[in-house]
């Protein structure tokens, strides 16, 4: 089948390689413009760009998808069907019924659970023992066409959203290539998403990172890892950014209690004070420094007793 293929980020890439790795055929890539990155902000390929000029596969990087090269190109390429991972760019209608096949999502969530740009962030937020990811025909909904496969995965207790991500991005590759083969071969039959069970997922930003010390240990536990690597959980001490890595509840019921957002620190470990017990900081990144263990940091900024984060 000849296919395009619509992806902007790293976790898009498995499943390009996995198509060019198939017996479809990949004509064409749509990717995201070149953004800039670093602290010179230079314009840098995605890393999808990155592999299918690798591969030699023609690359447009239209801003909006209604430009009128869009769909000439979509016809010149003679395309059967285009297959969606983390794009980034609105679909317009009269793009969706273009190529025979349609337009096929791979999306990172049970649907209709976690509909829209964070699922995998908002699975981990809310305590998902269970996620996984669907392929599904996109409509003018968001998120909310036909299901063509799917897959689950369960969410291991340390999961950060990047490590649970990386693993949903591999399996959906495979995924995907199934689909793409059913839809060919005419044996998939689309499957209509139910009305219960909806939940949405909308991006996450820097705010959503902030974490708040009065609530549970395990919330605060969740917040830190759903957020980690990006856009990364953070607080506040004397003032400045404190980022943090992903952290330890403490059922010690040795462990004197402290108040939210109360900081004990000693030579070998940082606690913080929750609603619940105390969470054990792992790695940290104070404004403007590398990251560090917490009790290096703690060492070299000589904390005191009753200091507080997020104050």
Known sequence: MRIVFAGTPEVAVPSLRALLDSNHEIVGVLTRPDAGRGRGRRATPSPVRVVAEEAGIPVLTPERLREPEVATTLQDWGTEA??????????????????????????????????GAAPVQHALLHGDDVTGAVTFVLEEGLDTGPILGRLTESVRPGDTSGALLERLAWAGADLLVATMD????????????????????????????????????????RRIRA???????????????LKLGPVSPVEDLGVAALAPGQVRADKKQVLIGTATVPVRLGLVTPHGKREMPAADWARGSRIEEDEQVGA
């Open 82 to 115: 285009v297959a969606v991972v983390a794009y980034g760019n609105l679909v317009p209608p009269e793009l969706l019924g273009q190529p025979r096949h349609g337009w096929v999502n791979l999306h990172f969530s049970l649907l209709p659970a976690w509909r």
């Open 182 to 221: 059913a839809l060919e071969a005419g044996t998939v039959v689309p499957e209509e998403q139910p009305s219960h069970g909806v939940s949405h997922a909308p991006k996450v930003g820097v705010e959503d990172a902030r974490v708040d010390w009065s609530h549970p240990a395990l919330a605060v536990d």
């Open 227 to 241: 957020m980690t690597p990006a856009p990364g959980a953070w607080t506040t001490f004397r003032g400045e950014r």
